[in-house]
T-cell receptor, first 116, second 110 residues
Framework: DSGVTQTPKHLITATGQRVTLRCSPR?????VYWYQQSLDQGLQFLIQ???????AKGNILERFSAQQFPDLHSELNLSSLELGDSALYFC???????????????FGEGSRLTVL | GEDVEQSLFLSVREGDSSVINCTYT??????LYWYKQEPGAGLQLLTY?????DMKQDQRLTVLLNKKDKHLSLRIADTQTGDSAIYFC??????????FGPGTRLSVLP
């Protein structure tokens, strides 16, 4: 158990809909990362938050947004969903994100999104 | 930005050694990691190496780093069926700019 909790584990929805994925980082971790894993694209970095503020942005579509709340949990919002958004979405947390030590990431088990 | 590359597939026989290779582009990467993803699970850190080291050994795992060629390898001795998984190479710069490779799917044949 990594200590990172993601909900829901599975989600099936229709094209055009909007969903919210939730992540609770390990206790004390300030950084939260979101990744998308699909069969043809591998593990794609979406966005990182550190202590409530956006720290880095990757290949995140404009239809997607995220935020990190004062209690450090994070939500990833996916809107106007398309078939190609079907993927496994991982959240990871780390203690660092701007520090001087190794930034080992602890991954949740992922949220599997299926868009029909 | 950083680019991390790996071969996508590797098959070995049980009991043999596995060597998974990775190349990266950013010479300022400070830490290089190997993560393992088992079916239906998230990624889990296997081991990491600091950029000023050439080698790190941890039980059956040996990590070799050639900083000049920006080449990282993971050797798994006495590979077992339980080692079948996807192995991701990753690099960062003091916890920032974390970049993963595409993953190498290791299949261990009995």
């Amino acid at each position: 158990d990594s200590g990172v909790t993601q909900t829901p584990k599975h989600l099936i929805t229709a094209t055009g809909q909007r969903v919210t994925l939730r992540c609770s980082p390990r206790s004390g971790d300030l950084s939260v990362y979101w990744y998308q894993q699909s069969l043809d694209q591998g593990l794609q970095f979406l966005i990182q938050y550190y202590n409530g503020e956006e720290r880095a942005k990757g290949n995140i579509l404009e239809r997607f947004s995220a935020q990190q709340f004062p209690d450090l949990h994070s939500e990833l919002n996916l809107s106007s969903l398309e078939l190609g958004d079907s993927a496994l979405y991982f959240c990871a947390s780390s203690a660092q994100g701007g520090g001087t030590n190794t930034g080992e990431l602890f991954f949740g088990e992922g949220s599997r999104l299926t868009v029909l | 930005g950083e680019d991390v590359e790996q071969s996508l597939f590797l098959s070995v026989r049980e009991g043999d050694s596995s060597v998974i290779n990775c190349t990266y582009t950013d010479s300022s990467s400070t830490y290089l990691y190997w993560y393992k993803q088992e079916p239906g699970a998230g990624l889990q850190l296997l081991t990491y190496i600091f950029s000023n080291m050439d080698m790190k050994q941890d039980q059956r795992l040996t990590v070799l780093l050639n900083k000049k060629d920006k080449h990282l390898s993971l050797r798994i001795a006495d590979t077992q069926t339980g080692d079948s998984a996807i192995y991701f190479c990753a690099a960062d710069n003091y916890g920032q700019n974390f970049v993963f490779g595409p993953g190498t799917r290791l299949s261990v044949l009995p």
